[in-house]
């Protein structure tokens, strides 16, 4: 078995958003590009409300700090293929504040000349599990 981070590189869209554990894709921007079920009711959001919109900015920005967005840039910004980055943090949300472990792994897909690279945030609410 692989963790979480290592089968979301290899993952379809579909998996990720029917995920038991909280996974949202941001783009080099940190823009929100999915937001799967779990990680909606984890932030009592929906993906309709908050695809688009900044995550740092508009969606959490207890996350602008150096440990979360500055870890996020230095991600995105690293050369090769995937990266997977492990990290514990508080969310502080109006209803109180939640302790979580949070996984990154960089994702780039290459088609022909097309290149997308994404982060993928994982969300841990409880104890890790290694493998999955």
């Known amino acids: 078995m692989n963790t979480v981070e290592?089968?979301?590189?290899?993952?379809?869209?579909?998996?990720?958003?029917a995920f038991p554990i909280g996974i949202l894709r941001l783009d080099r921007r940190g823009n929100i590009v999915s937001y799967?079920?779990?990680?909606?009711?984890?932030?009592?959001?929906?993906?309709?409300?908050?695809?688009?919109?900044?995550?740092?900015?508009?969606?959490?920005?207890?996350?602008?700090?150096?440990?979360?967005?500055?870890?996020?840039?230095?991600?995105?910004?690293?050369p090769g293929g995937s990266l997977i980055e492990r990290f514990k943090f508080e969310f502080r949300f109006e209803w109180g504040v939640k302790e979580v472990t949070i996984g990154m792994v960089r994702r780039v897909l290459r088609q022909g000349f097309y290149t997308q690279e994404s982060i993928y945030v994982v969300v841990y609410a409880s104890p890790v599990q290694e493998e999955w």
């Open 6 to 17: 290592q089968q979301i590189l290899v993952m379809s869209e579909a998996e990720i958003d």
């Open 36 to 78: 799967n079920k779990a990680k909606a009711e984890f932030a009592h959001r929906t993906a309709a409300t908050t695809v688009g919109l900044n995550f740092f900015r508009d969606v959490a920005p207890c996350t602008a700090v150096k440990a979360f967005q500055g870890w996020f840039y230095e991600a995105i910004n690293s």
